[in-house]
T-cell receptor
């Protein structure tokens, strides 16, 4: 079956541009997560959805970051007025169950480079 | 606050050797702990999930143990192969919903043929 997919796989943006990153979770998965991974580091949590509800956005680094999952399936992470420090790999994960019960399955990530 | 540390940061071994990767965490009130593998330029592949009620989990040549009282987990890889070369990450959940995975920085493993 299909795993978690993300698009685009690579994105180059000029500083100040807005970008939108897409995540297609595994069909039927209730929970969806976004993480940011800097080079040589482990991923860091950004935000969490249970169905269409964004239950935790405590990891979003600034108000330039916005995520949505309007129909409880596909999610979009939007970054406005990109800065160089936003350069990272953005990983999406989904899990069948909510919260700690669910094993998280990750997509391949979107590598964002801000020039 | 949960902090996860992995030792060593990098490891190079000859093919066929058995090896142990270490993961420690500061908050022992965890529901589970998950081990992942990450290949260069790729996402994370889940290897093993150990529930807090379990002491270990096995999958093929991989065995992961969990000791909540000491705040430690180990990933044992038997008879290592060049295809095992990757970064190995451990992660523990936290947060009101247990939803946030807190990751270690990973151990970069290289298995030489």
């Amino acid at each position: 079956g299909a795993g978690v997919s993300q698009s685009p796989r690579y994105k180059v943006a000029k500083r100040g541009q807005d970008v939108a990153l897409r995540c297609d979770p595994i069909s039927g998965h209730v929970s969806l997560f976004w993480y940011q991974q800097a080079l040589g580091q482990g991923p860091e949590f950004l935000t969490y959805f249970q169905n269409e509800a964004q239950l935790d956005k405590s990891g979003l680094p600034s108000d330039r970051f916005f995520a949505e999952r309007p129909e409880g399936s596909v999610s979009t992470l939007k970054i406005q007025r990109t800065q160089q420090e936003d350069s990272a790999v953005y990983l999406c994960a989904s899990s069948l169950a909510g919260g700690y019960l669910g094993e998280q399955y990750f997509g391949p990530g979107t590598r964002l480079t801000v020039t | 606050k949960q902090e996860v540390t992995q030792i060593p940061a990098a490891l190079s071994v000859p093919e066929g050797e058995n090896l142990v990767l270490n993961c420690s965490f500061t908050d022992s009130a965890i529901y589970n702990l998950q081990w992942f593998r990450q290949d260069p330029g790729k996402g994370l592949t889940s290897l093993l999930l150990i529930q807090s009620s379990q002491r270990e989990q096995t999958s093929g040549r991989l065995n992961a143990s969990l000791d909540k009282s000491s705040g430690r987990s180990t990933l044992y890889i038997a008879a290592s192969q060049p295809g095992d070369s990757a970064t190995y990450l451990c992660a523990a959940p936290r947060g009101e919903y247990g939803n946030k995975l807190v990751f270690g920085a990973g151990t970069i493993l290289r298995v030489k043929s």
